[in-house]
């Protein structure tokens, strides 16, 4: 069994958000197991929940993924036409272009506007080329987007993005933090970074303000998802520097809940569940100055521009007397039960149910 990502359990407590109101729901996605399903939705829940899964995406060579995606999509919906067809709303939590297009009212919980990578980061001379590779998604996205009635999405910073991208409105429902297990206990003088080992969650500004404190320890906890990103944190890393992997939620949650500082180095966060999960943990929170990562904190974190002003945030936030209960009965705010109260109000207030 994998451990459900923010997208998943965003899809299944809006699941499980519908059924405790007693409507019928269907859930159609990727092959997903009982156990998997029972983490979030109840046993008696689950007995009222039609599900049907469908084939997942299988690339077939490195050429078109994108468009690949989308016939296999296209293909999958034709598919499942008849069973969806009768259906009074659709709520989609993944990508705007696997809108089913079913429904009399349609709902799109939005985790990020589109950001196609070769699009944003090309240079002068080749932007027209992925311009032209880009154009046939870009209005097949624009057209599933101007079929959805209500947007809503993980963070004021994302709204901000979906306006600015889309030219749509939407409304701000934190993601749900699974922090009921989430105990803080007796702290300890060090740094903990949690997340995937991959080259966005930049890892490197760990490793440089570890250099600036060497007395202070910092850890530094996740999934070998790039390999070779992981080998190169191995390589730069100094002494006081520790690296973990493939640990258990037990382990994990036993981390969090005796280190004194939770650091969290991505640039442009949409939100950030593991902040919260530190926080529920009694965790001070150091995070970069953008994105959605500053909405998560509240008045109990800190934030940084550059290295150095987080070397001093932290070293500052060591010295200091940490409000446990203060800080995990803030995190309290971003709750699966509160998503799920929060969803029904959305959807009764703007006509959808």
């Known amino acids: 069994m994998h451990i459900l990502g923010g997208g998943e359990r965003v899809c299944l407590h809006i699941v499980r958000a519908l059924l405790e109101e007693k409507h019928d729901v269907t859930l159609i996605s990727e092959p997903i197991s009982i156990d998997e399903l029972k983490v979030i939705v109840s046993p008696d829940l689950l007995r009222d929940l039609k599900w049907i899964s469908y084939e997942p995406f299988r690339q077939r060579g490195r050429r078109f993924t994108v468009y690949q995606r989308v016939l296999h999509h296209w293909l999958m919906k034709n598919r499942l036409k008849n069973e969806t067809s009768m259906c009074d709303v659709e709520i989609l939590s993944q990508d705007i272009m696997f809108l089913g297009n079913v429904g009399k009212k349609k709902v799109a919980y939005v985790h990020y506007p589109e950001y196609l990578v070769h699009l944003e980061g090309a240079t002068l001379r080749s932007r027209w080329f992925w311009k032209t590779y880009y154009a046939p998604l870009l209005w097949h996205w624009h057209n599933q987007i101007d079929k959805i009635d209500l947007f809503l999405c993980n963070s004021e910073y994302t709204r901000r993005a979906i306006k600015l991208r889309w030219g749509k409105e939407a409304d701000v429902v934190y993601p749900p933090v699974d922090i009921e297990n989430i105990k803080p206990a007796p702290k300890e003088d060090y740094v903990i970074t949690v997340g995937r080992f991959v080259k966005v969650k930049n890892y490197e500004t760990v490793i440089e303000v570890a250099k600036l404190l060497p007395d202070v320890k910092f850890v530094i906890v996740g999934r070998k998802q790039d390999k070779d990103y992981y080998e190169k944190i191995v390589r730069l890393k100094p002494d006081n520097v520790t690296l973990l992997s493939n640990l258990s939620q037990t382990e994990l ?90 969803i029904k109000k959305k959807l009764k207030q703007k006509g959808v149910l």
């Open 253 to 342: 949650l036993s981390m969090l809940a005796r280190a004194k500082v939770y650091l969290h180095t991505m640039i442009g966060e949409h939100f950030g569940i593991s902040i919260v999960e530190a926080m529920a943990a009694g965790c001070i929170p150091v995070v970069h100055n953008s994105g959605g990562a500053k909405e998560a904190i509240g008045d109990f974190g800190r934030v940084y521009n550059a290295t150095e002003e987080c070397s001093t945030q932290i070293g500052g936030t060591l010295r200091e007397e940490v409000d446990v209960s203060g800080i995990a009965e803030y995190a309290r705010r971003f709750s699966a039960e509160v998503f799920r109260s929060e």
